[in-house]
């Protein structure tokens, strides 16, 4: 089992950026395929970015693309990122970290599902300004 903590929200100005941080205890992220969501006020939870289990492929949300950047360090790998850039109004709500454990043969998939994930941090909030 692992366990998840988000770091990094807070409150940005439009055009800035943030780093969002997810940190594992409990085991390494190396069985796990990796996730971004986050829930506005009165909408559902939505999918930001994903990173596979292995080979670090990566997929991201269409209104993220070119400004998120998810990554894994490499050393350890007990520390999941969300670089995010550009950031604009409608970028601010909560956001969760995810993990997804994953057999070796289904290590290049990247869930793009709530609840095909098995863990949840508690989330961080990101509020961006005018």
């Known amino acids: 089992q692992v366990q998840l903590v988000e770091s990094g929200g807070g409150l940005v100005q439009a055009g800035g950026s943030l780093r969002l941080s997810c940190a594992a205890s409990g085991r390494s992220f190396s069985y796990y395929a990796m996730g971004w969501f986050r829930q ?26 070119g400004r998120f950047t998810i990554s894994r360090d490499s050393a350890e790998n007990t520390v999941v990122f969300l670089q995010m850039n550009s950031l604009k109004l409608e970028d601010t709500a909560v956001y969760y970290c995810a993990a997804k454990e994953l057999s070796y043969w289904s290590r290049t998939y990247i869930p793009l599902l709530s609840r095909e994930y098995d863990y949840w941090g508690q989330g961080t909030q990101v509020t961006v300004s005018s």
Do not use: L, N, W
């Open 40 to 65: 506005a006020p009165g909408k559902e939870r939505e999918f930001v970015a994903g990173i596979s289990r292995s080979d670090d492929r990566t997929t991201y949300a269409d209104s993220v693309k």
